[in-house]
């Protein structure tokens, strides 16, 4: 996996000061309906069970570009 | 989640958010991390179930769902969380730092604006501009971790 550095013309850990938090947006883990896992524990218990056949999506805009289930 | 809990899920990365979770709900990957707005809909159509939330609270917009962290004793402290803030040029005076805060904090209590942001999937947390700092910097310890763990690479 990568991380893309783009041109930034400024650091934002030097330049930038934090003024006010607004809110933060958790990801939601969802599956197919006829999926048969119903819980977060099930979810854990089920992707063990299936170690390499199981997949998962993300987008950039729910998850930055760090991946979540990493 | 998987060097934590020891899985082994296969990361697929999507470039928009509505194409994955459709693809969860047609089959071709087995779930998706979402944000709730782009699942919500699929959720309420009865294609798609929220089986988990990555903060480490509830989310009150599904109060039945339990966090990640809450999983499995090897989850306890995860926590993946997309988030938005304001910051200003580092000159800016400490006094209109507080006021910009103060003037945020009183939006965010606006019951109009929680709504607006309840149906993005925003969960707004309330925060002094310094406890947002210390918020920036356990963010960015924690990325880092990630990144060095995950032995992702930066490209130009």
């Given at each position: 996996m990568a991380l893309y550095k783009d041109k930034m013309s400024y650091d934002p850990q030097r330049e930038l000061v934090a003024v006010a938090l607004m809110g933060i947006v958790p990801c939601v883990v969802v599956v197919a309906t006829t999926t048969p896992v119903g819980t977060a524990a099930e979810l854990i218990a089920y992707a063990r069970a299936n170690r390499g056949r199981l997949s998962f999506s993300s987008s950039p805009s729910a998850t930055r570009s760090t991946s979540p289930a990493s | 989640m998987n060097s934590m809990a020891g899985t082994d899920v296969l990361h697929v990365p999507?470039?928009?958010?509505?194409?994955?979770?459709?693809?969860?709900?047609?089959?071709?990957?087995?779930?998706?991390?979402?944000?709730?707005?782009?699942?919500?809909?699929?959720i309420q159509d009865g294609r798609l179930r929220a089986v988990a939330v990555t903060s480490r609270e509830r989310m009150p917009q599904l109060p039945d769902v339990t966090p990640l962290a809450e999983a499995a004793v090897e989850l306890k402290g995860y926590e993946l969380l997309?988030?938005?803030?304001?910051?200003?040029?580092?000159?800016?005076?400490?006094?209109?730092?507080?006021?910009?805060?103060?003037?945020?904090?009183?939006?965010?209590?606006?019951r109009a604006i929680s709504q607006t942001l309840d149906v993005q999937g925003i969960v707004p947390r309330i925060m002094t501009a310094v406890q947002y700092r210390e918020f920036v910097a356990a963010e960015t310890e924690k990325f880092g971790k990630i990144v060095a763990q995950a032995n992702i690479k930066v490209e130009n």
């Open positions: - | 999507y470039r928009g958010a509505a194409p994955a979770v459709t693809d969860v709900a047609t089959g071709a990957v087995t779930m998706s991390f979402s944000g709730l707005a782009a699942a919500l809909p699929l997309n988030w938005f803030g304001l910051f200003a040029p580092a000159a800016t005076p400490s006094a209109i730092v507080a006021r910009l805060n103060e003037i945020v904090v009183t939006g965010l209590r606006d």
